[in-house]
């Protein structure tokens, strides 16, 4: 199976900043990769997809970038309601596996 | 507008079995792949198993395979999962979600294996 992982597992920002939130695969997972918010007590939603293709209804604050290996989360300037955690997810093969997550709090 | 809407779950002991149910609504539910994710309490989340739109591909996580079957019934716009030989570590809230790209997700199902 493909691993994982994101860094920070905790990050700490001010309402405007702009923010990174990384993501890395084991292998190749070529740009077939996810991001996903989940608030507390919520389901997860999906932000954007493969990469850099941001989900209908979603600000265009938050936007994807990436490929091969590495990918990046970016959020231009933080809101208050941006609090939450983050997943990554690839679905280039079989099983999809996800990130281990990125708890974003306000600082 | 998407909706899924699970339900089944509840306390059962291990070794037991149990069948959840996602509903889905919004969308042409015969046209789209369907999925079983799980979340452990204070865990990440699992991929659990896969459908296609004709039954005709199924996927599973090794941590289930030979215990959990996934179903569909195109004509009721519902998805299933049968469980059996429940285990502790299978505690979790399950999620039904659509398509390859998990676009949609329900809110979840609450699945307790303890004695």
């Known amino acids: 199976d493909i691993q994982m992982t994101q860094s920070p597992s905790v990050l700490s920002a001010s309402v405007g900043d702009r923010v990174t939130l990384n993501c890395k695969a084991s292998q190749n997972v070529n740009k077939y990769l996810n991001w996903y918010q989940q608030n507390l007590g919520e389901a997860p939603k999906l932000l954007i997809y493969n990469t850099d293709n941001l989900q209908t209804g979603i600000p265009s604050r938050f936007s994807g970038s990436g490929s091969g290996t590495d990918y990046t989360l970016t959020i231009s300037s933080l809101q208050p309601e941006d609090v939450a955690t983050y997943f990554c997810?690839?679905?280039?093969?079989?099983?999809?596996?996800f990130g281990t997550g990125t708890k974003l709090e306000l600082k | 507008e998407v909706q899924l809407v699970e339900s089944g779950g509840g306390l059962v002991q291990p070794g037991r079995s149990l069948k959840l149910s996602c509903l889905a609504s919004g969308f042409t539910f015969s046209n789209s792949g369907m999925n079983w994710i799980r979340q452990a309490p204070g865990k990440g989340l699992e991929w659990v198993a896969s459908?296609?739109?004709?039954?005709?591909?199924?996927y599973y996580a090794d941590t289930v395979k030979g215990r959990f079957t996934i179903s569909r019934d195109n004509a009721k716009n519902t998805l299933y999962l049968q469980m059996t030989s429940l285990r502790s570590e299978d505690t979790a809230l399950y999620y039904c979600t659509k398509g390859g790209e998990l676009d949609y997700w329900g809110q979840g199902v609450m699945v307790t294996v303890s004695s």
């Open positions: 997810f690839q679905h280039n093969s079989w099983p999809g596996t």
């Open positions: 459908i296609s739109s004709t039954s005709s591909y199924i």
